[in-house]
């Protein structure tokens, strides 16, 4: 899994994401693929 770039949780994560998209893509693609194969 990927680790906090800011340190700082959640409002570390959502300032990250929300400066790289392909990033976040990327998030929402892995996680998507771990929803699907845990059911």
Known sequence: ???DPG???PKG???F???DPN???RS???F???V???S
Request: proline residues 0%; positive net charge; charged residues 10%.
């Open 1 to 3: 899994m990927h680790r």
């Open 7 to 9: 340190g700082a949780g």
């Open 13 to 15: 994560w959502a300032h």
């Open 17 to 19: 994401l929300l400066n």
């Open 23 to 25: 990033e976040l893509l």
């Open 28 to 30: 929402v693609v892995f």
């Open 32 to 34: 998507a693929m771990a």
């Open 36 to 38: 699907k194969s845990a």
